[in-house]
């Protein structure tokens, strides 16, 4: 009976047959859950958006979009407008901005440049703006993108997070709970980004709308998944730590 | 003030599965570096050397009978200048002989070390054995995690040797002994004969007349080596190496796939198969007075006579024919 | 038609990033699952080959007496034994220390001392390749501690005539200084446990990094020595070595620690200067690598994807400002987004370039706990590590237009003594 630990240079953490086949059962299962739940999902959230944008004072209204075999209800607000003088401003402040950050090194490197790259895109969003007149997505089609963009993420979120999950020996209630929390999380998430973004941007304007998905929309969402990843990775750490007792006298 | 309770919300809810890494960073509890073993140097002999000086006090301290061991609560030691174990028997006790300890066929027991020699009848169980002397064991014994002999090991056959088996001098392996590590100044086997593995169709096959003497010689596949051959190189194969009868190789030998080394062939330096190791009759590893390795990560097979200068490594079992 | 070469782009980035994604996640795979492929620290031998090491130095003076008697304290026959610390036109004690060990030890220690001329790693690994009384030859970085058996695990790989060059493990030491350090030794574990260790599974091209390694020297001067021109003299050592049949075999349980940069401004330049040399071997060596006869398809494209980790950045960074006119334009395609939301996780490190679920792996299996709970931080990183990177490639060609030998810059030091 071997009861050496292996030096971590040979150890393996191979998944059995009895955790990779569940584990590909459960990823199909919440698929097809997502799916045939989309449409119910995706009214609700709308719906439940609807009623905070509302309750914000911001007047909206639903709207209905196709999308794959979807019938999507985006909200329909309005954005005040900018003109010159504003989008001028917009680029001149985003210039100084960059560089009053950048000389003086307000913040630490990687924030730094995150600032930076914000102002960026707000300052060339106004120049675009300056130049063209408008941008190429008004306030209803920027809304039908972020619900597309949405519904799209949940879409493929199960099968990106189970593939993921397959490689690790998570036990069958782990893989199916840290699969169901990613889906679920990221409808919460997205939800409330939604709403959070049509009050701003029925504030703002579209001065934000580039940054605002571009910077804190569904491009960050893999940071939060990753988090919900890695306290479920420690989870399983504590339980693999627990190995057989080494001969005694090593 | 919804408005922002909305995007507060909206952060709050991102930031939610990051906050235990928050806490890990505010307050680190698992922040220390790696440890490596700076100290480690390898030593086929690790587990016997470690063993022997932790019983060094019990051994000197001239006590007999039963004491305690290790400051364990749950273990004993029996101490004795001659400990014998009736056939059949069992013991949960180590036994440390000062001279001699004699094991009767079927016992039983833990863990055994006599000072002069430890002699086991046919089927003794133990779970190490260890000798500043002589090591014997009959037939059909089995070790389920080391035995070590300072001067010679004779294994009968049928034989488990757990991990490793190790010797300071002679190692001598009977027929049908299983092991995964075997140890000595020369591992000799005293068994059968088993059929080697088939040579491959169409591996490239070299004959002294078609090895340049120096540099080393590298076969991209399969690769069989004719017999008689000498090479003064070093050789690998990225497939498996076939080496046929009264070849000499002065070199190391490797292969990706499987090292069959037929009758009477002998490698002077190192053999590595990746996936398997056959030594035929008579065959040899490495050259007396200097150790070297016969190395698997598959199975292992000797044949009669089969001898290596050194270790054998076989990480899935290996055994004499 | 700008709206379609941009998509066209974009579709371009996506690409590149499933590929890596599923590079990475086959790595993975093949580090957790198959049997792991044997290295030769097992061969057990009385009689070790001659070898040398050596140990290049710019001042430091701090370090030196550390690695010295590390080397001198290893388990390798002393008589088999040659150590060559280069003393690279140092300005401290550094010299006077050298002088002193081979006073001491004058059969084992040799100092060579540089007093002019090119200064940097290449150029002193290309003296010693004169000066090496061995064919194999093992380098240390100053600051690194080897430990007693690391000589001889590193040594046995050339017992495969095969092999030109060995690596083993970096560890940071001072993994657990701050937050940087704590990201870092991320994705060293990443980097090494897991993607170094399955490239060497796979036999395709594991990397041979310019420390805690080593190469054969008739090998290396074959193919013409070492490249003054780069900062990356180990990249583009493996690709050659490759290029010409030859192997590179990584060595998991050779362990040793190393420093990682403890401050912002050290990592910039640290990584600027991979980059940079990096993209120089990218450049060199890429054709090189596709039409050598003595490599597989799959070593192939393992090799263009491992030289070519360090043009990816500005890369994804141009991508997403494509993205951004894109978007400007009303017309960003939603499949570019969705799979850069996923992809992305590909890139969220640059150093050792390990995905988040390949350093979880490798966190696992070297036993870790909380700090797995780092693993989202290693995204704050993102664009601060692609600025550097971009900053390597662009200064890479500048080198090249000018035709100009970069100048060698080493990472500072954070340690102040051997103790």
Same mark, same amino acid.
């Given at each position: 009976?071997?009861?050496?630990?292996?030096?971590r240079?040979?150890?393996?953490?191979?998944a059995?047959?009895?955790?990779v086949?569940?584990?590909?059962?459960?990823?199909?299962?919440?698929?097809?859950?997502?799916i045939?739940?989309?449409?119910?999902?995706e009214?609700?959230?709308?719906?439940?958006?609807?009623?905070?944008?509302?309750?914000?004072?911001?007047?909206?209204?639903?709207?209905?979009?196709?999308?794959?075999?979807?019938?999507?209800?985006?909200?329909e607000?309005?954005?005040?407008?900018?003109?010159?003088?504003?989008?001028?401003?917009?680029?001149?402040?985003?210039?100084?901005?960059?560089?009053?950050?950048?000389?003086?090194?307000?913040?630490?490197?990687?924030?730094?440049?995150?600032?930076?790259?914000?102002? $960026?895109?707000?300052?060339?969003?106004?120049?675009y703006?300056?130049?063209?007149?408008?941008?190429?997505y008004?306030?209803?089609?920027?809304?039908?993108?972020?619900?597309?963009?949405?519904?799209?993420?949940?879409?493929?979120?199960?099968?990106?997070?189970?593939?993921?999950?397959?490689?690790?020996?998570?036990?069958?209630?782990?893989?199916?709970?840290?699969?169901?929390?990613?889906?679920?999380?990221?409808?919460v998430?997205?939800?409330?980004?939604?709403?959070?973004?049509?009050?701003?941007?029925?504030?703002?304007?579209?001065?934000?709308?580039?940054?605002?998905?571009?910077?804190?929309?569904?491009?960050?969402?893999?940071?939060? $998944?990753?988090?919900?990843?890695?306290?479920?990775?420690g989870?399983?750490?504590?339980?693999?730590?627990?190995?057989?007792?080494?001969?005694?006298?090593? | 003030?919804?408005?922002?309770?909305?995007?507060?919300?909206f952060?709050?809810?991102?930031?939610?599965?990051?906050?235990?890494?928050?806490?890990?960073l505010?307050?680190?509890r698992?922040?220390?570096?790696?440890?490596?073993?700076?100290?480690?140097?390898?030593d086929?002999?690790?587990?016997?050397?470690?063993?022997?000086?932790?019983?060094?006090?019990?051994?000197?301290?001239?006590?007999?009978?039963?004491?305690?061991?290790?400051?364990?609560?749950?273990?004993?030691?029996?101490?004795?200048?001659l400990?014998?174990?009736?056939?059949?028997?069992?013991?949960?006790?180590?036994?440390i002989?000062?001279?001699?300890?004699?094991?009767?066929?079927?016992?039983?027991?833990?863990?055994?070390?006599?000072?002069?020699?430890?002699?086991?009848?046919?089927?003794?169980?133990?779970?190490?054995?260890?000798?500043?002397?002589?090591?014997? @064991?009959?037939?059909?014994?089995?070790?389920?995690?080391?035995?070590?002999?300072?001067?010679s090991?004779?294994?009968?056959?049928?034989?488990?040797?757990?991990?490793?088996?190790?010797?300071?001098?002679?190692?001598?392996l009977?027929?049908?002994?299983?092991?995964?590590?075997?140890f000595?100044?020369?591992?000799?086997?005293?068994?059968?004969?088993?059929?080697?593995?088939?040579?491959?169709?169409?591996?490239?096959?070299?004959?002294?007349?078609?090895?340049?003497?120096?540099?080393?010689?590298?076969?991209?596949?399969?690769?069989?080596?004719?017999?008689?051959?000498?090479?003064?190189?070093?050789?690998?194969?990225?497939?498996?190496?076939?080496?046929?009868?009264?070849v000499?190789?002065?070199?190391?030998?490797?292969?990706?796939?499987?090292?069959? @080394?037929?009758?009477?062939?002998?490698?002077?330096?190192?053999?590595?198969?990746?996936?398997?190791l056959?030594?035929?009759?008579?065959?040899?590893?490495?050259?007396?007075?200097?150790?070297?390795?016969?190395?698997?990560?598959?199975?292992?097979?000797?044949?009669?006579?089969?001898?290596v200068?050194?270790?054998?490594?076989s990480?899935?079992?290996?055994?004499?024919? | 038609? =700008?709206?379609?070469?941009?998509?066209?782009?974009?579709?371009?980035?996506?690409?590149?990033?499933?590929?890596?994604?599923?590079?990475?996640?086959?790595?993975?795979?093949?580090?957790?699952? &198959?049997?792991?492929?044997?290295?030769?620290?097992?061969?057990?031998?009385?009689?070790l080959?001659?070898?040398?090491?050596?140990?290049?130095?710019h001042?430091?003076?701090?370090?030196?007496?550390?690695?010295?008697? &590390?080397?001198?304290?290893?388990?390798?026959?002393?008589?088999?034994?040659?150590?060559?610390?280069?003393?690279?036109?140092?300005?401290?004690?550094?010299?006077?220390?050298?002088?002193?060990?081979?006073?001491?030890?004058?059969?084992?220690?040799?100092?060579?001392?540089?007093?002019?001329?090119?200064?940097?790693?290449?150029?002193?690994?290309?003296?010693?390749?004169?000066?090496?009384?061995?064919?194999?030859? *093992?380098?240390?970085?100053?600051?690194?501690?080897?430990?007693?058996?690391?000589?001889?695990?590193?040594?046995?790989? %050339?017992?495969?005539?095969?092999?030109?060059?060995?690596?083993?493990?970096?560890?940071?030491?001072?993994?657990?200084?701050?937050?940087?350090?704590r990201?870092?030794s991320?994705?060293?574990?990443?980097?090494?446990?897991v993607?170094?260790?399955?490239?060497?599974?796979?036999?395709?091209?594991?990397?041979?990094?310019?420390?805690?390694?080593?190469?054969?020297?008739?090998?290396?001067?074959?193919?013409?020595?070492?490249?003054?021109?780069?900062?990356?003299?180990?990249?583009?050592?493996?690709?050659?070595?490759?290029?010409?049949?030859?192997?590179?075999?990584?060595?998991?349980g050779?362990?040793?620690?190393?420093?990682?940069?403890?401050?912002?401004?050290?990592?910039?330049?640290?990584?600027? #200067?991979?980059?940079?040399?990096?993209?120089?071997?990218?450049?060199?060596?890429?054709?090189?690598?596709?039409?050598?006869?003595?490599?597989?398809?799959?070593?192939?494209?393992?090799?263009?994807?491992l030289?070519?980790?360090?043009?990816?950045?500005?890369?994804?960074?141009?991508? %997403?400002? &494509?993205?951004? =006119?894109?978007?400007?334009?009303?017309?960003?395609?939603?499949?570019?987004?969705v799979?850069?939301?996923?992809f992305?996780?590909?890139f969220?490190?640059?150093?050792? %370039?390990?995905?988040?679920?390949?350093?979880?792996?490798?966190?696992?299996?070297?036993?870790?706990? #909380?700090?797995?709970?780092?693993?989202p931080?290693?995204?704050?990183l993102?664009?601060?590590n692609?600025?550097?990177?971009?900053?390597?490639?662009?200064?890479?060609?500048?080198?090249? *237009?000018?035709?100009?030998?970069?100048?060698w810059?080493?990472?500072?030091?954070?340690?102040?003594?051997?103790?």
């Amino acid at each position: 009976m071997r009861s050496i630990r292996p030096h971590r240079c040979y150890r393996r953490l191979a998944a059995p047959l009895s955790h990779v086949v569940p584990c590909i059962l459960i990823t199909l299962a919440v698929e097809i859950l997502v799916i045939l739940t989309a449409q119910p999902l995706e009214h609700l959230v709308s719906s439940v958006d609807a009623s905070i944008v509302t309750a914000a004072h911001v007047p909206v209204s639903l709207g209905s979009e196709q999308f794959l075999w979807l019938n999507l209800a985006p909200l329909e607000f309005t954005m005040p407008s900018h003109d010159y003088i504003e989008l001028a401003a917009y680029i001149l402040v985003g210039a100084v901005a960059i560089a009053v950050v950048s000389i003086f090194r307000l913040f630490p490197p990687p924030l730094r440049f995150f600032v930076n790259f914000n102002f $960026l895109i707000v300052a060339g969003e106004a120049s675009y703006l300056l130049l063209a007149g408008h941008l190429g997505y008004a306030s209803n089609t920027f809304s039908t993108l972020m619900l597309q963009t949405m519904t799209a993420i949940w879409l493929v979120l199960p099968l990106f997070v189970g593939t993921v999950t397959i490689l690790f020996p998570f036990a069958i209630l782990m893989s199916l709970t840290l699969i169901l929390t990613s889906v679920v999380f990221d409808i919460v998430l997205a939800a409330s980004r939604y709403a959070a973004f049509i009050i701003i941007l029925s504030h703002s304007g579209p001065i934000m709308m580039a940054d605002l998905y571009l910077s804190f929309g569904p491009l960050l969402d893999v940071i939060p $998944l990753t988090g919900i990843f890695a306290v479920f990775l420690g989870l399983l750490a504590r339980r693999l730590r627990h190995e057989p007792e080494a001969w005694e006298w090593l | 003030m919804l408005a922002i309770l909305s995007v507060a919300a909206f952060i709050a809810v991102f930031a939610l599965p990051l906050v235990p890494g928050l806490f890990e960073l505010a307050r680190p509890r698992d922040n220390s570096g790696l440890p490596i073993q700076l100290g480690y140097s390898r030593d086929p002999r690790f587990f016997s050397q470690s063993f022997r000086a932790k019983i060094a006090p019990l051994r000197e301290s001239g006590s007999f009978g039963r004491v305690p061991f290790l400051d364990r609560h749950d273990e004993r030691a029996s101490l004795g200048t001659l400990l014998t174990l009736a056939p059949k028997s069992h013991t949960s006790h180590v036994q440390i002989a000062r001279e001699q300890l004699i094991c009767g066929a079927g016992a039983t027991m833990t863990d055994g070390y006599g000072a002069k020699s430890v002699l086991c009848g046919d089927a003794v169980e133990a779970r190490t054995l260890c000798s500043d002397g002589t090591l014997v @064991l009959g037939n059909g014994c089995s070790v389920e995690r080391w035995v070590d002999a300072e001067s010679s090991l004779d294994v009968g056959n049928g034989c488990s040797l757990g991990m490793s088996a190790s010797s300071g001098g002679v190692v001598t392996l009977g027929s049908g002994v299983r092991f995964e590590r075997v140890f000595g100044e020369r591992v000799t086997v005293r068994g059968g004969v088993a059929p080697s593995p088939q040579r491959v169709k169409d591996a490239i096959t070299l004959r002294e007349s078609d090895i340049t003497k120096s540099p080393n010689v590298i076969v991209r596949g399969d690769a069989v080596v004719l017999e008689g051959t000498v090479l003064d190189a070093s050789i690998k194969a990225q497939g498996s190496l076939f080496i046929e009868r009264g070849v000499r190789i002065m070199g190391n030998a490797v292969a990706r796939g499987t090292l069959v @080394l037929l009758d009477e062939s002998i490698i002077e330096g190192h053999a590595f198969g990746e996936r398997g190791l056959f030594l035929g009759t008579n065959s040899r590893i490495g050259v007396p007075g200097q150790g070297k390795t016969a190395y698997t990560a598959g199975r292992a097979v000797l044949c009669d006579g089969a001898t290596v200068h050194g270790w054998i490594v076989s990480e899935q079992g290996g055994w004499s024919a | 038609m =700008v709206v379609v070469v941009l998509q066209a782009y974009a579709a371009f980035v996506v690409l590149v990033m499933v590929v890596y994604a599923v590079r990475h996640w086959y790595f993975t795979m093949n580090r957790l699952w &198959a049997p792991q492929r044997p290295y030769y620290q097992d061969l057990y031998d009385t009689e070790l080959p001659y070898i040398t090491v050596v140990v290049p130095m710019h001042n430091e003076a701090a370090v030196a007496t550390g690695v010295i008697d &590390a080397l001198l304290n290893s388990t390798y026959p002393m008589d088999r034994l040659e150590i060559l610390p280069f003393d690279d036109q140092s300005h401290d004690d550094t010299s006077t220390i050298l002088h002193d060990y081979f006073e001491r030890y004058p059969l084992i220690v040799k100092p060579v001392y540089m007093l002019g001329g090119l200064r940097g790693k290449p150029n002193a690994l290309n003296v010693a390749l004169h000066l090496a009384t061995h064919d194999i030859i *093992l380098v240390f970085d100053a600051d690194y501690t080897p430990g007693k058996d690391i000589l001889r695990a590193l040594t046995m790989a %050339f017992s495969d005539p095969e092999v030109g060059a060995v690596m083993g493990r970096v560890i940071p030491l001072n993994g657990g200084k701050n937050f940087l350090t704590r990201l870092l030794s991320l994705e060293r574990s990443g980097g090494y446990q897991v993607d170094q260790q399955a490239r060497y599974n796979l036999d395709l091209i594991p990397q041979y990094g310019g420390t805690v390694g080593g190469f054969r020297r008739s090998m290396v001067t074959d193919i013409g020595g070492f490249d003054l021109s780069t900062l990356a003299e180990d990249t583009d050592l493996t690709a050659r070595l490759f290029i010409e049949g030859r192997k590179v075999v990584y060595s998991n349980g050779s362990e040793c620690y190393e420093e990682v940069p403890e401050s912002w401004p050290a990592r910039f330049r640290q990584l600027r #200067r991979w980059s940079r040399g990096h993209n120089r071997a990218f450049f060199r060596n890429v054709i090189g690598i596709v039409r050598s006869t003595h490599l597989s398809f799959f070593q192939k494209l393992d090799g263009v994807l491992l030289l070519a980790v360090y043009v990816i950045p500005p890369l994804l960074l141009i991508g %997403f400002v &494509a993205n951004a =006119v894109l978007f400007f334009m009303g017309a960003l395609p939603l499949w570019s987004v969705v799979a850069v939301v996923f992809f992305v996780v590909a890139f969220n490190s640059f150093g050792n %370039f390990a995905p988040v679920y390949e350093i979880g792996a490798a966190e696992l299996i070297d036993g870790a706990g #909380r700090r797995l709970l780092l693993l989202p931080y290693l995204y704050y990183l993102f664009l601060f590590n692609s600025w550097a990177v971009t900053h390597g490639l662009i200064d890479t060609f500048g080198d090249l *237009l000018k035709q100009r030998s970069p100048h060698w810059d080493k990472t500072a030091r954070s340690r102040v003594s051997n103790s």
